[in-house]
């Protein structure tokens, strides 16, 4: 028994009544890096909740042995100092405070006279920053100012800094570049030899693969099974989690390409703090009658600053033409966009896709809310119709209705982000990272769902940073590189390296 640093018995937690965690078991050895799988909604996050004591002893059934001792922490603060550190799946940093203030909060250090030490935790700032090569960031400076990954890193910064015995680490590479995510593994690998044991939340399996040594797999708060890695292939490891054999990843299927329906030319943005410098620079593209048009592109290639200049809501200066069905069309807000049918389901969706308090039905049909609307009034069975209908269609995984959206599990608010553009009807659909942090399975019911939309007709922009996925489902693929574009492929065959290749500018624009 003392073999295990960690060691959850039977837990069972409930909200308002539903079992999210149903009698679930996870064992921990010091060192040891336990990969955490499971569908969207399966209760990965909050089985992470009960043992960091977000939600504290008395709140769950069950018993949770730490280092031989029972364990019944009150809150956070009592975990942490028990060596039990969890870098949370939705980033918790303060925008504008600045970099050292957030890998310090709540942990000060202080000088003898009980100031605060800013000469000291700036140093140490640094040092974490340089750790996870990016000594570039200035650790005076405000973090709102860095991008969505530097950002995922200054939150494991601040984990590291806590020296962990346990490190949680819930879908911490959604947001990074590959580049980064393999710094991240990196980091991992050094941790454990040093003897610290982690458990990783993710949704990319072959990261699963290359850190983790035992796999505990959870479907519907329930427990399926733990076996070392070497064991399991990562086919395994999906049937496991869905319940069923997974045979094909990418259903693409036939469907014709019309002409050209919507055209966006020299699309220009801006940079907001920089105006000088231009993240998109005069690009140009067209969009055919039930074409999807993959865009693909480092990170920072500028590919969501463009699509949000075509929907309207991009925040600096910018200049752009569009076209629809050969007309001129001019968009100055997103609900201009989606009147004129032009659609966004954007990357960011705590910031931009949803209303966290209201619920996900409400989040569901907000934009077409009009839709539903007679002599002024709401119909409201029309309403909550349209809602089931979509909440059936997508599988989101919900108890109610009713249920503020902050409630669902990350992946399943996606699907509610996804759900409200697809009542909108859209004639054009951008899909900025459809399908980050959505489980294998629901991936599946999204690219199903864009052939259904591609055969009637609906014409499909999507980014994405999986070029797998992008492959797997386009049928022509834009690349982007420092804001231009550098290639225009028809997809037929057309391989990983070519892409990659067209990203990082050693292939000139071809086909
Ligand atoms: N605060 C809450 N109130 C009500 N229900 C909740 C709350 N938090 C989680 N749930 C429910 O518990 C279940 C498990 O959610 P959880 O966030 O643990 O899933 P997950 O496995 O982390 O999924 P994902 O891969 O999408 O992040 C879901 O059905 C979710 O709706
Ligand atoms: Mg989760």
Not at 343 to 354: Q, S, T
Request: charged content about 25%.
């Amino acid at each position: 028994m003392a073999d295990y640093l960690l060691e959850m018995r039977g837990i069972v937690k409930a909200f308002s009544g539903v079992k999210a965690l149903n009698g679930i078991d996870l064992r921990v050895r010091p060192g040891e890096c336990v990969g955490l799988c499971g569908e969207n909604g399966a209760g990965k996050s909050t089985l992470m909740k009960v043992l960091s004591a977000v939600y504290p002893y008395g709140d769950w059934e069950g018993s949770i042995h730490w280092d031989g001792q029972e364990l019944r922490a009150r809150g956070v603060r009592e975990t942490e100092t028990a060596g039990i550190v969890i870098i949370h799946q939705e980033l918790m940093l303060v925008p504008h405070l600045s970099v050292t203030e957030n890998v310090f909060l709540g942990n000060e250090i202080t000088t003898r006279l009980g100031t605060l030490d800013y000469a000291a935790m700036h140093r140490r700032a640094a040092e974490l920053m340089a750790e996870l090569k990016m000594p570039h960031v200035n650790v005076a400076r405000p973090v709102a100012q860095y991008g969505g990954g530097h950002q995922q890193l200054i939150e494991i910064a601040k984990a590291l800094n806590k020296r962990a015995r346990l490190l949680i680490l819930d879908e911490p590479t959604s947001s990074l570049t590959k580049a980064e995510t393999a710094i991240l593994l990196d980091i991992i690998r050094d941790l454990k030899r040093k003897g610290v044991a982690c458990v990783m939340i993710s949704h990319k399996l072959d990261e699963i693969e290359a850190v983790c040594d035992t796999i505990t797999v959870i479907r519907d708060g329930r427990h399926i099974g733990t076996r070392p890695m070497g064991e399991l292939t990562v086919d395994q490891i999906i049937t496991m989690m869905v319940g069923r054999e997974i045979t094909e990843l990418f259903p693409r299927e036939a469907h014709e390409i019309g002409e050209v329906v919507f055209e966006a030319r020299h699309v220009t943005c801006h940079d907001i703090d920089n105006p000088m410098r231009k993240r998109v620079d005069d690009v140009s593209f067209s969009l055919r009658h039930g074409e999807i048009l993959g865009v693909a592109g480092l990170v920072g290639a500028g590919r969501t600053e463009m699509a949000m200049a075509i929907f309207g809501s991009y925040p600096g200066r910018h200049g752009l033409e569009l076209r629809l069905d050969g007309q001129p069309l001019r968009v100055r807000s997103p609900q201009e966009a989606v009147e004129a049918g032009i659609c966004l389901v954007p990357e960011d969706r705590k910031r931009h896709g949803i209303v966290p308090l209201m619920g996900v039905g409400y989040n569901i049909t907000l934009s077409v809310l009009q839709h539903y609307a007679r002599l002024g009034l709401i119909d409201e069975a029309a309403e909550l119709k349209a809602i089931e209908e979509m909440i059936a269609r997508l599988h989101i995984k919900t108890a109610s209705p009713l249920l503020a959206i902050r409630g669902l599990s990350g992946g399943n608010q996606q699907k509610a982000v996804l759900a409200k553009m697809l009542l909108a009807r859209p004639r054009v659909l951008i899909l900025d990272e459809p399908t980050r942090g959505v489980d294998v399975g629901a991936k599946y019911e999204i690219y199903k769902l864009m052939m259904a939309l591609v055969k009637e007709g609906v014409a499909i922009l999507m980014i994405s940073s999986e070029l797998p996925e992008l492959l797997g489902v386009s049928d022509r693929v834009l690349v982007s590189g420092e804001g231009r574009l550098r290639g225009d492929f028809i997809n037929d065959g057309l391989s990983q390296e070519t892409v990659m290749a067209a990203a990082i500018g050693q292939i000139a624009e071809a086909a």
